[in-house]
């Protein structure tokens, strides 16, 4: 199966449908946050060193249009770059515009381009639904696929919010170059919050009120709970 044709959708409705979707949206997102594909010039690589290498392109790139800072990532399937992310904190001003973030968003709209809950989906589609591991703590047999078959490429090591967000698209593998420790010496200082994680609620650094109107939340949780359709990821 050819590159191009990897991740189509089955159905033939839906895949003509959703393949237009995702052709108008992936040109306007592309045009809107600046992230562009390698140069038509890049040299082919042999290993994946060349993913680290696009990483670093997008990080230089976010620097030099004051786009953000000097971060970059890729999301990698199949030996094929399917998601790519820059910092976008400076461009739209939120604070969660990470690099692993967009390209994690970036990966998952090429493999789902238009999410439709059911049971429609089509192999390797990120909703389709997989057995947990063997192993695994999960209390649940089987969850959402994600990016479970994917690996993400940083040219920094990620913070807790980024690396949380990896956990959660289950990539199956992270590179990234740059320690904590170097970032930190260039003004971004994630470790402490590694740090703080591990501290109990009442000492955090940010005020937290656990069990507040617990009742009230727990409305929710019991909502999702007797959902009898209701689709675990």
Not at 111 to 139: H, W
Not at 142 to 160: D, Q, T
Request: with cysteine.
């Amino acid at each position: 199966m050819s590159r191009s044709t990897r991740y189509e959708i089955p159905d033939a409705g839906r895949r003509t449908f959703l393949a237009r979707t995702a052709a108008v949206a992936a040109t306007g997102a592309a045009a809107a946050a600046g992230l562009g594909a390698a140069p038509a010039n890049a040299m082919p690589e042999t290993d994946n060193r060349k993913f680290m290498q696009e990483a670093t392109r997008l990080a230089i790139e976010s620097v030099e249009k004051g786009w953000g800072g000097p971060f970059g990532a890729v999301v990698v399937k199949d030996g094929e770059i399917i998601g790519r992310g820059q910092n976008r904190v400076l461009l739209t001003g939120c604070p969660i515009y990470h690099a692993e973030i967009t390209a994690i968003i970036d990966a998952s709209a090429k493999l789902n381009p238009k999410a439709i809950l059911g049971s429609e989906y089509g192999a390797g589609t990120i909703l389709e639904m997989i057995p947990r591991e063997p192993n695994s703590p999960d209390k649940l047999q089987e969850r959402a696929r994600m990016l479970k078959g994917c690996e993400i490429y940083v040219n920094g090591a990620p913070c807790p919010m980024c690396m949380s967000a990896i956990y959660w698209s289950r990539l199956d593998h992270v590179y990234f170059g740059a320690s904590l420790n170097d970032t930190s010496e260039i003004g971004f200082d994630d470790a402490f919050q590694y740090q703080d994680f591990e501290l109990p609620w009442v000492k955090r650094r940010i005020t937290v009120t656990e069990n507040f109107e617990r009742d009230t939340g727990l409305k929710a949780y019991r909502a999702w709970a007797e959902k009898t359709d209701r689709h675990p990821y």
